[in-house]
């Protein structure tokens, strides 16, 4: 099946930094999302990106599918920011998410 | 317009019984699926419905069942719990391809 890939699986920052996080896939996608966890386990979404490019506020996201990964841009950072940031996707026929292992993000003041 | 609801909250429960659990899917979607999440892994697709049948399943044994009703709820149903089952059960709505979930239902199995 397809495989996902998030790296770096940890990350600290401080408040202000900014940061790029990765995720790489084996196969083509017909559904990419970025989220993030909150600390209560809640999975908000960030970006709906199958391919390109699109922004909200202080997050960024790209997905280049010919090369089979997708990049989250945080500028700016804040301490509300911190918590696992996962990438999911599906491809062909199934509709299943398939998550990678996330990145946990700690941003000190 | 109100995201997608789970209950309980929080359910405790010992190894052999059984638990329910729901998810009212956001207004106007049909297709709800169901995952699993382990503390520090990433969720793990359990099945998903559509119309009401069981549209698609990820690797987990018939102890796990599910409905989804007319008004596209669903309920998630586990038998003969494990120490193992003790995880946060999410659920997720859709209508199209992008996926939104719920605040989840942590269960745990003593």
């Known amino acids: 099946g397809i495989q996902v890939e998030q790296s770096p699986p940890d990350l600290i920052l401080q408040e202000g930094a900014n940061s790029t996080l990765r995720c790489n896939f084996s196969d083509s996608v017909n559904n990419l999302q970025w989220f993030h966890q909150n600390p209560w386990g809640q999975l908000i979404n960030l970006f709906y990106i199958p391919s390109g490019t699109k922004q909200n506020g202080r997050l960024s996201a790209t997905t280049v599918a010919t090369e089979r990964y997708s990049l989250l841009y945080i500028s700016s950072s804040q301490t509300t920011d911190s918590g696992v940031y996962f990438c999911a996707l599906f491809s062909g026929g199934y509709n299943k998410l398939i998550f990678g292992a996330g990145t946990r993000l700690a941003v000190h003041p | 317009d109100a995201g997608v609801t789970q209950s309980p909250t929080h359910l405790i429960k010992t190894r052999g019984q059984q638990v329910t659990l729901r998810c009212s899917p956001k207004s106007g979607h049909d297709t709800v699926s169901w995952y699993q999440q382990a503390l520090g892994q990433g969720p793990q697709f359990i099945f998903q419905y559509y119309e009401e049948e069981e549209r698609q399943r990820g690797n987990f044994p018939d102890r796990f069942s599910g409905h989804q009703f007319p008004n596209y709820s669903s309920e998630l149903n586990v038998n003969a719990l494990l120490l193992g089952d003790s995880a946060l059960y999410l659920c997720?709505?859709?209508?199209?391809?992008?996926?939104?979930f719920g605040p989840g239902t942590r269960l745990t199995v003593l």
């Open positions: 997720a709505s859709s209508i199209t391809n992008e996926q939104f």
